[in-house]
């Protein structure tokens, strides 16, 4: 089997395409990535020795590229998006290219040059808004709040409509906020850690009650892996580990870890369109596909702190004040 992974440098790609080398080992995979915001060449440094991994620096949105690349491989999973809310919020439009230009790049090739191609949209639970009670089925319609999540529902809809009008073999994930190793400063849980580290204040959103339902990477990449093998066409999978937990917990914890003071927690402004709770419900995913979380909570948040203890040359480059800005969305450019 031969797959196209788009966005394998970043955080959750290049854990899945680790994940895939392992799990298959008669599995070729080509991982195109264009090298930006969320990507890292030392991600997949040990798999640049294995002959059946090949990378492509390139960007989703070249039809010339994805039209070659698409024609010679059995399936497509598309990993490569702008995840970030806060940025999100500063330049929408780098969004709408990537998240939703990439996308229908990437239809289009499938459907005019690789028709049988198997397709998995790597979406997010965000699509769906806030859930302010209950828990997000698959059926529950998307409700985007910024424009990040907006240009996710849109990559989606594509998505859908061309499995309905084309007849095209797709599915898509949806899945809760991730946490492990190789995620960028930027986001909360390593962004507390290396302000942690550093005795910097540890900026929270609003009065950190905002509920996210965190799932361990390794989870994630395993339940994308039975998707794209057991997935039907047209279905939408919910993933989710049940692990709901408030902003302020979360950092507590962590600040506990690393025998920090809990006077670091400092509140600051929420930012614009701040969803107070994510909560999906996988029983979908956990019953036609026979997927379940392995990862313990507490265990795999200890283990993902401890990574950051030990790979500090890996964060230290991206650890600039832009990415550790405390309020990062008023900023007028961020790189």
Same mark, same amino acid.
């Given at each position: ?130 859930? +302010? ?5 698959? $059926?529950?319609? !998307?409700?985007?709040?910024?424009? /990040? =999540?907006?240009?996710? @529902? ?107 003071? +809990? ?5 600051? $402004?929420?930012? !614009?369109?701040?969803?107070?709770? /994510? =909560?999906?419900?996988? @029983? ?52």
């Amino acid at each position: 089997m031969k797959v196209l992974v788009t966005g394998g440098l970043g955080f959750i790609g290049s854990n899945f395409c680790r994940h895939m080398l392992a799990k298959h080992p008669d599995l070729e995979l080509i991982n195109v990535d264009k090298i930006g915001i969320g990507a890292n060449p030392a991600n997949l440094q040990d798999a640049e020795r294995d002959k059946r991994y090949t990378f492509i620096k390139g960007d989703i949105c070249n039809p010339q590229l994805i039209n070659r690349l698409v024609h010679q491989v059995d399936a497509v999973v598309n990993i490569a998006a702008e995840t970030h809310v806060d940025r999100s919020i500063v330049d929408p439009n780098m969004f709408l290219q990537n998240n939703t230009v990439g996308t229908f790049t990437l239809l289009e090739a499938v459907r005019r040059h690789n028709h049988k191609a198997r397709f998995v949209q790597v979406s997010t639970d965000e699509v769906y808004g806030e859930a +302010l009670e209950g828990s997000f089925t698959e $059926e529950t319609p !998307p409700k985007p709040s910024n424009p /990040y =999540s907006a240009s996710k @529902t849109a990559a989606d809809m594509f998505v859908l409509a061309y499995h309905k009008t084309f007849g095209l073999n797709v599915s898509i994930t949806r899945c809760t906020n991730n946490f492990g190793p190789y995620q960028l400063p930027e986001k909360l849980i390593p962004k507390t850690v290396i302000r942690a580290l550093r005795d910097l204040p540890i900026p929270i959103y609003g009065k950190g009650t905002n509920i996210r339902d965190w799932i361990y990477v390794t989870d994630h990449c395993d339940a994308i892996s039975i998707v794209l093998d057991k997935g039907k066409p047209g279905e939408i999978y919910n993933i989710s580990a049940g692990n709901e937990i408030t902003n302020i917990d979360i950092a507590k914890k962590i600040i506990t870890q690393l025998d920090k003071p +809990l006077s670091l927690l400092t509140f600051v $402004e929420d930012r !614009p369109g701040h969803d107070i709770r /994510y =909560s999906l419900d996988s @029983t979908k995913t956990r019953r036609e596909l026979n997927w379940q979380p392995q990862a313990r909570f507490e265990e795999a948040l200890k283990t993902t702190v401890q990574w950051y203890l030990e790979n500090t040359h890996w964060w230290t480059p991206f650890a600039t004040d832009v990415i550790l800005n405390p309020t990062p969305w008023k900023l007028g450019g961020m790189h």
